[in-house]
DNA sequence: TATAAATTCGTGTACGTGCACGATGCAATT
DNA sequence: AATTGCATCGTGCACGTACACGAATTTATA
């Protein structure tokens, strides 16, 4: 159409230059015109092009079995888009241990992927990240937790502060005026995670912000994950005056709580917690634990990459925070949830 | 490595014969063996074959916007699979017109599509469509309600026994020993939804598993879905003695008896329905409607199309019965299901 | 034995794009 | 006038597969 051959046309899509403004003109003209969009399987099968995906993950510990899941979501998108070139390349580090954290950012910047997929746990190293990212123009994403940074190409995970809201909604439903509640946080190291945080004010301002409750609400921190801690730190608790109605745990440590409710024989409280492992699955079963909330960690996982994939292949605007739905797991739907 | 030709492998993999006998076993053999997979990118380039997949929906109507959702999903997954040659080709039908739903599939029918997603309304009719598809191998999927037949290539939709389930679970937080329940089922037609009724059963059979719930259960049936028939009907049920303090209502008409509780002033009950139409979310942000099960129905639109992508173009072999979450939704978490 | 028919196979072209290489034309330099 | 340099553009091959066509070989027929 405008006279020229293909090669020129392929230089003024892909903006090579050697090309004079007046034939550059003519052609993107004709494109606009004729809605012209290149065959991506063409053009996959052409390319010769290969995007390398960093992904920095947890590694998954005996203490928690989360992180597989968004590994699994990874994987699948990996498998889907193969064909396109994308490779994933995975980092991954020991939660608990900051220097791991360290070790594989320092690994992904020396070998220089086209894209960083990022699970934030430790803040400094994390902005040490991010700034290298920016510099050498390499973009990221950040997945399950959110970082406050607006150079990043997308955010995938939940809205945490309205999970700990929903929570507080169902808990509201079982517990009658008056009751007292508590919110157990619990874990080893606690500096890292802003939006377990946000859960717990989630929970909270339900309640303020509903005053048709008067509730009475506890918290209570576990540092030590142990047995034993966890069984004299609740004591204490539940001893002193058996008045709880409802346990809000703040993360998918939830069956720890559930044990100890099952091997004391307390009286039934409405018990909610976070995600749907196979330690926390068991008690749901057995109506010890009522809900459980889900983040979706497979379609983080896949969502992650899939953003990517779009930004890179499809060369489409993504968004910048893609907040997955707040599911609500109970005995009677959680098998559909599973699988994968 | 076989010693023969691309046209001779070629003729191999697609078993279009004129190949002998030992260079076929020697082809399949190291096929094997080396793990061979065709490069379904160079393979989507070099064919020109189209695949044409009949797509039999109810149409959008004043009454009910639900079917615009699995539409939307539809059109989603085509865009996708667009480039592999995938078109879908839509016929929809009046819901409430038995006459459109057989003209749609004698369309169907005359144009002879390579696939077909049903939505199946009307017993009979549908019966026919699928056995004259069986006769002519070609593959339909059901969708949204399911269907006893063995030889479908999938079902794509929710266990709606299981969905009633768990709606009475969640009843069951908010109503004590002794409350009285009421289910509404309201609709036009009765005939051609099995999965209504299941949903229904599902509900009782809850309270009739878990004896602990004492609870007595009310089932009413309104057939004419104008306001006045629905305010007169329900007038007679409420008024008798308002001891009502829960209703499940079986489809995504649960805005109308919402509607009739907030102009009628009456106490608050628990008010559990189906599907996330812009008429009960409305309610929802009232609090006048509890919870929402949700179909996941862009979902299952989505999948339907896949389902047979997958079939066709990956030759993935496709799971019979592929059943949707089941999300429940509330005032908190709607907004994270809606948008696509 | 010669010829026809059937069977089995190889070759060439196409799909739409990426990219290396070389060709062309014109202006600047020697 | 001859040469060089630069900007601009066209050509050809490659990617891995599908498929039409015809060639080669074997088997059947007269």
Redesign the interface.
Known sequence: MAGVSVGTVDRVIHNRGEVSDITRNKVIRIIKDSHYVP????R??ASKKIYRFAVLFPRENPDSTFWSKPLAGVNKALKETG??GIVGEKYLFDQFNRTSFKKQIDRIIHNEPDAVLIAPFYYEETVRLIENCSQRKIPYVFINSNFQDSSKLSFVGQ?SK??G??AA??MS??VEQGSRLLIINISKVLDNHKHILNRQTGFESFFRENTNHKIDILNHYIKDTDKNSISNSLNEIFSKKNEIKGVFVTNSKVYKIARFIEENRLKPV?LIGYDLTEENLQYVEKNII?FLISQRPVEQGYGGIMTLFNHFVLNKRVKKEQ??????I????YK??IKH
């Open positions: 065959d991506i399987v063409a996959t099968l064909h396109y809205d309205q999970s809201y929903l909604r169902l439903y079982s409405t009522d907040h997955l739905p707040i599911d609500i109970t005995k009677e739907n559909f949830y």
